[in-house]
């Protein structure tokens, strides 16, 4: 590796809070802090598309927020990130395209104009009151897209 390389998973890895677990091998890390390692091994690339599935799956607080404002400043510099979720709450705040699919595109567009009830419970394809909503938003596929460009 390069001194360049070295300071780029340096870098990465503060970023990512797993500075201390550099000597570690990483079967021997928790699913978190796994999970941790292999966004600060995407974020290494400094790749201008970043193609992400579950990005936060088994990750706590503390490793969303961490994933949110590298994904952020990704974003900032200019990077594209599509990724495939089931939680939409945080990552609906950095996208700027969402795709809902259910063996089908049911709606693509502007977060505020796609996340609707009524999208939403066609992508569950369930018939739900209104107030049990909430209870299922998180069982449900959404694509997102974001374009530091935009």
Request: some cysteine.
């Amino acid at each position: 590796m390069t001194r360049q390389d070295d300071e780029i998973v340096r870098s990465v890895m503060g970023i990512m809070g797993i500075e201390q677990l550099a000597d570690t091998p990483l079967l021997s890390l928790s699913g978190g802090q796994q999970q941790r390692t292999y966004l600060a091994q995407v974020l290494a690339y400094r790749a201008d598309l970043l193609v992400l599935d579950e990005p936060t799956s088994g990750l706590d607080a503390g490793g969303r927020e961490r994933y949110l404002r590298a994904i952020d400043d990704e974003l900032h510099q200019g990077a594209s990130v599509i990724l495939a979720t089931h939680d939409i709450q945080e990552e609906a705040t950095i996208c700027q395209q969402v795709m809902l699919m259910a063996r089908k595109v049911v709606a693509l567009g502007a977060p505020q104009k796609v996340l609707t009830a009524e999208a939403l419970l066609e992508t569950l394809e369930l018939l739900l009151p209104e107030r049990n909503i909430c209870t299922f938003l998180r069982q449900y596929t959404v694509m997102m897209i974001s374009n530091g460009m935009v």
